[in-house]
């Protein structure tokens, strides 16, 4: 069981706008900030957010993220084929002295 | 171009030891923390360890405490994780990460080694 809660499987049409939710607790995303991670099939993770809804130089702006209490959100709006990927949350947990991360969701892009 | 480069995986029996490499370049690596995260087949991303850039603060996951430690050379731009007592859960895709400060994202990763442990 992962310490962040994310649904297994997301989708959406092309053009559409798609969000994956992550929930916590106060240890981890209630007193931290929430980056989100892109992985697609075969290859290593790539950073789309961090500190919340900061975007790095070159991830379309079409990614955005935001979090209340202990959750967080990564939107899609204008959801593309190349966007079909795993996504996975993480947060640093004050109890636990480390990274936590989500369980992770498939988009699926129909 | 900014790269990581692990290597050093490979085959070990349950009990064995590994000894896992990761090579920087392209940055000043002695000014990053470094991390290691690991995805056992098929299953999600699970962050394994963190060294910051002096090696003063080192952090690790209460599954590989104990048994696991990280490392690194600045003067070689070099990250390692030793592995000892490895067991079969171990098994996974091992990727070592970049991040500005220990609580900050990881911004770089590299490509990721194997380590399979059989039982």
């Known amino acids: 069981q992962s310490v962040l809660t994310q649904p297994p499987s997301a989708s959406g049409t092309p053009g559409q706008r798609v969000t994956i939710s992550c929930s916590g607790s106060?240890?981890?995303?209630?007193?931290?900030?929430v980056n989100w991670y892109q992985q697609l099939p075969g290859t290593a993770p790539k950073l789309r957010i961090y500190?919340?809804?900061q975007r790095p130089s070159g991830v379309p702006d079409r990614f955005s993220g935001s979090k209340s209490g202990t959750s967080a959100s990564l939107a899609i709006s204008g959801v593309q084929s190349e966007d079909e990927a795993d996504y996975y949350c993480?947060?640093?947990?004050?109890?636990?002295?480390?990274?936590?991360f989500g369980g992770g969701t498939k988009l699926t892009v129909l | 171009e900014v790269q990581l480069v692990e290597s050093g995986g490979g085959l070990v029996k349950s009990g064995g030891s590994l000894r896992l490499s990761c090579a920087a370049s392209?940055?000043?690596?002695?000014?990053?923390?470094m991390n290691w995260v690991r995805q056992a087949p098929g299953k999600g991303l699970e962050w394994v360890s963190s060294?910051?850039?002096?090696?003063?603060?080192?952090y690790y996951a209460d599954s590989v405490k104990g048994r696991f430690t990280i490392s690194r050379d600045n003067a070689r731009d070099s990250l390692y994780l030793q592995m000892n007592s490895l067991r079969a859960e171990d098994t996974a895709v091992y990727y070592c990460?970049?991040?500005?400060?220990?609580?900050?994202?990881?911004?770089?990763w590299g490509l990721g080694t194997m380590v399979t442990v059989s039982s």
């Open positions: 990460a970049r991040a500005y400060s220990t609580r900050g994202a990881f911004d770089i």
């Open positions: 392209g940055f000043t690596f002695s000014t990053y923390t």
């Open positions: 060294i910051g850039d002096s090696s003063s603060s080192i």
């Open positions: 106060s240890s981890n995303i209630g007193s931290n900030t």
């Open positions: 500190s919340n809804n």
């Open positions: 993480a947060a640093w947990d004050d109890s636990l002295n480390g990274w936590v």
